[in-house]
């Protein structure tokens, strides 16, 4: 009796044992095959032991079933398990009737398991990374650059130079038209990770200034040119319930948020905004203005309207929903957005940057190669040629008005000239074009493998917009730069410095907008600060990777 | 083996509580050697290149880590200082009181505040404390001060925190001090009455002595967690205006490991914290051994 007890103590401290070592050894390295062969799915069974042994040469098994151009892609069906981000604004993808005629064209079959929603998706990314345990495509996964770096030199995004120029013609024939695009995307160690979504249309670029007409009549003012006229119609604007509610809840100037306010007003005062940050390059030299004295002035300027009560106050709380529906409910009187797709613009204007600061305005606007991450291939994928052509489709003509306008029948038309169209009712729609299109396609919340050109951009460059964006044209910068790729430790370096960088300066001017800090001593305990944390640091890293591209 | 079997319930008890801090204490630590590797989910953990202490470098020559870990660290002391005494008070005031129906009323409306979530706690935190519409500072409008943005300020973080654990938790801390208060002898205060003892006496020569060692326990247990207060909290209250008080360590780690993937630099984080609570706690009961001759261990 008594030994039985002690066998039954000895028995459990051994399965918890086991349990420990059990949970020891998951994570190590030697499951990296499984997850491609669960994805590879019911079709190609047979064929899985095979695969095993062309993994690590340059092409897949399953390079035999691809046909090198039309549809189907390949000839017998294959599952591609994909990971992404379903946008705020977007239906559920498997709902989406792009991917079941898609689905249908290529004979490629797409497992949505892992397309998670955007609440909590950043903390679900990076588990997944950590997991080892990988899908076989990067849709929409909002990857950023540092991912593509550090994943793709850990050898868990597949390379991809090697296939697009032979599997993926239209992006190539991007690249050779626009070569910008492949400094964009190249990492330091030479290897293409992620596709970029391409936009040669400008206007998506940018955000405009919008302007309330319909305020603007009420009040008897002209359209603003300048910084002093903008004041102001903003005082004007003060105080008037224009849509006669009896609640105070109209705001002069309104934004999203407190740093994309500054970057708006930094233009004005003439600066440009390079590498997707405060940078700006001029004669091949890197330099930021976050301590120069014209910064310190927009920011007194921004403090004076704030003091007045002409900047709605949430702008340093508020989340973007919130900012949505006063862009809807036409609370603003000059408000900025890309396009006029979250309201109705019949009342609003798209006028030029403030001129009486600078002898140049700027404007903020990203590179051709907009979004950076939109498409990447898992090293452990079996089935990488066929994903390249599944995705270059996309950065086609006809794959791009897929992409765009949805199902031909469905959601869209072409006209006699063979234009496309969304039909009736889809750009009007109550809800917002956006919500309505992000129902059946991925584009709309932007980051969606994509080509966007003059001929597919009904959506978001309405005519408005298009108008709007014409007196934003003169003010681009001549080179627009994206935000570079680094390698793993230099991008490591770089994300410490500006995690302390931005904090500092986003508390630090949140305070001096509301006047909870001062212009005399508090600016220069600021300067000092930030240059104390690694400016120079920070810019010089800027600057070796402008060098770099310069070669 | 007799001493086994006499008591087998008590040890078949006891081997649940045990598994599971083999599994979700014990087990888990295994991964703390990440914080000494640059994790690579490809290498796995045992096959990460080792790095060192880049991960405690990087975090002591970063900008913010003195605040993140005074603020954590005042956060807690606020709490204790504050908070630890008053439920002993509300225990000792339930216990005096008479009617029993009132009694029940005011235990009950003392621990609802318990069982609120932390994540609906801050949004009634938000709507409350809003400068625009929020019930405080309308009543501070009632006396002619000017709204106060108690959640748009690194000011007021510690204070707004520290009294809204105090209102949520006092009542539910007491219930352990009410029990203890039961456990003490009618006898003994039927003796201090005849003595003559007011009813102010009877508190602090019987009542107090009653339970100063639950008090010391749960004393050194609370500052043992003085590094680890509640991520999700201080996560929720915070934004851009209030992070110079705001940004705790258990938020840092949040942000750097989970969203921003850096594994290796959160873990030495945690780990770094872990110890500190260990010092602090060893401390705790040292000092505790001396002065009030009760302890841990």
Aim: net charge negative; glycine share 8%.
């Amino acid at each position: 009796m008594k030994r039985k007890k002690a066998l039954a103590v000895l028995l459990t401290l051994g399965m918890a044992l086991g349990m420990l070592s059990g949970c020891g050894s998951e994570p190590s390295a030697d499951k990296a095959g499984e997850p491609a062969d669960a994805a590879a799915g019911k079709d190609t069974a047979g064929e899985t032991q095979e695969a095993e042994g062309g993994e690590s040469g340059g092409q897949s098994a399953q390079a035999g079933n691809v046909n090198a151009e039309g549809f189907p892609i390949v000839n017998e069906q294959i599952t591609l398990r994909v990971f992404g981000q379903q946008g705020p604004v977007q239906a559920k993808w498997d709902t989406m009737g792009m991917w079941k005629k898609y689905q249908e064209m290529t004979n490629i079959n797409l497992d949505f398991t892992d397309v998670l929603p955007a609440e909590g998706y950043d903390e679900k990314k990076s588990l997944m990374w950590a997991s080892n345990e990988y899908p076989d495509i990067f849709v929409r996964a909002q990857l950023n650059n540092s991912e593509i770096v550090k994943y793709g030199s850990m050898g868990i995004l597949a390379p991809l130079e090697d296939l697009i120029p032979v599997y993926a013609p239209n992006m190539q024939k991007l690249i050779d038209e626009d070569p910008a695009i492949l400094s964009r995307i190249t990492a330091p160690d030479g290897h293409i990770y992620a596709l970029p979504a391409v936009f040669t249309l400008t206007a998506a670029r940018d955000d405009k200034f919008w302007m309330n007409k319909s305020w603007l009549e009420q009040v008897g003012k002209e359209v603003p040119e300048t910084v002093d006229e903008l004041e102001e119609v903003l005082r004007s604007f003060k105080g008037v319930d224009f849509n006669g509610n009896g609640e105070a809840d109209e705001y002069p100037m309104g934004i999203s948020d407190a740093p994309t306010l500054i970057r708006r007003f930094a233009g004005v005062w003439g600066y440009q905004y390079q590498f997707g940050t405060y940078l700006e390059v001029k004669d091949g030299k890197v330099s930021t203005y976050l301590t120069d004295d014209g910064f310190k002035e927009e920011l007194q300027w921004l403090a004076k309207m704030y003091g007045e009560g002409l900047i709605d106050p949430e702008i340093f709380t508020q989340e973007y929903a919130k900012y949505a529906a006063k862009m809807a409910g036409q609370q603003m009187g000059l408000f900025f957005n890309q396009a006029d797709d979250t309201f109705d613009s019949a009342n609003f204007v798209g006028i030029a940057p403030f001129k009486g600061k600078a002898d140049r305005q700027y404007v903020e606007s990203a590179p051709a190669a907009r979004d950076n991450g939109v498409f990447a291939i898992c090293a452990d994928c079996e089935n990488k040629e066929a994903a390249m052509r599944w995705i270059d489709y996309f950065y086609g003509y006809e794959g791009s008005i897929l992409m765009r306008y949805g199902v031909e029948g469905e959601n869209m038309y072409f006209d006699e000239e063979g234009k496309p169209h969304y039909n009736d009712g889809i750009l009007d729609s109550p809800e917002g074009s956006g919500t309505e299109i992000g129902k059946y396609t991925i584009w709309p919340g932007g980051g969606a493998p994509q080509w966007v050109n003059n001929d597919n951009c009904e959506a978001i460059a309405s005519e408005a917009t298009l108008k709007a964006q014409e007196a934003l044209d003169p003010c681009l910068p001549d080179q627009i730069y994206a935000a570079p790729l680094l390698e793993q430790e230099v991008s490591d370096r770089l994300s410490v410095l500006w995690t302390d960088l931005e904090s500092y300066m986003k508390e630090t001017t949140a305070k001096l907008i509301r006047g909870e800090l001062n212009f005399e001593g508090d600016w220069d305990t600021y300067v000092e600060t930030m240059n104390k944390i690694g400016l120079e640091e920070w810019v010089s890293i800027y600057q070796a990777a402008y060098d770099v591209l310069g070669e | 083996m007799k001493k086994i079997k006499s008591k087998w319930q008590l040890l078949f008890m006891f081997a649940f509580p045990l598994l599971w801090y083999i599994i979700f204490c014990y087990v888990p630590m295994y991964g703390l050697q990440l914080a000494f590797r640059d994790y690579n989910p490809r290498l796995g953990y045992l096959r990460s290149p080792l790095v060192g202490l880049r991960w405690f470098q990087q975090f002591f020559s970063s900008y913010y880590w003195k605040d993140a870990v005074w603020n954590t660290f005042s956060i807690s002391l606020y709490s204790i200082l504050i908070g630890f005494p008053i439920p002993i008070l509300l225990a000792i005031i339930i216990n005096e009181l008479q009617g029993k129906r009132f009694k029940k009323v005011l235990q009950n409306i003392t621990y609802i505040p318990h069982f609120i979530s932390t994540v609906v706690l801050c949004g009634m935190l938000y709507l409350f404390l809003s400068p625009q519409y929020g019930i405080v500072n309308t009543f501070l409008g009632m006396f002619g001060i000017e709204p106060v943005g108690f959640l748009e300020s690194s000011k007021y973080f510690k204070g707004v925190y520290v009294a809204s654990e105090i209102w949520q938790e006092s009542g539910w801390s007491s219930i352990i001090y009410i029990a203890a208060l039961a456990g003490i002898d009618p006898a003994l205060y039927e003796a201090a009455k005849i003595d003559g003892a007011g009813r102010v006496k009877r508190i602090w020569h019987v009542s107090l002595p009653g339970i100063i060692p639950t008090i010391v326990t749960l004393l050194i247990l609370k500052i043992g967690q003085i590094m680890s207060i509640g991520f999700e909290k201080a996560y929720i209250l915070q934004n851009d205006l209030n992070l110079k008080s705001s940004e705790i360590i258990s938020t840092l780690i949040y942000k750097q490991g989970i969203l921003q993937g850096n594994v290796g630099y959160a873990t030495a984080l945690g780990l770094m914290n872990s110890c500190l609570n260990l010092l602090l706690i060893v401390l705790a009961n040292k000092f505790c051994k001396k002065f009030f001759e009760t302890s841990l261990w």
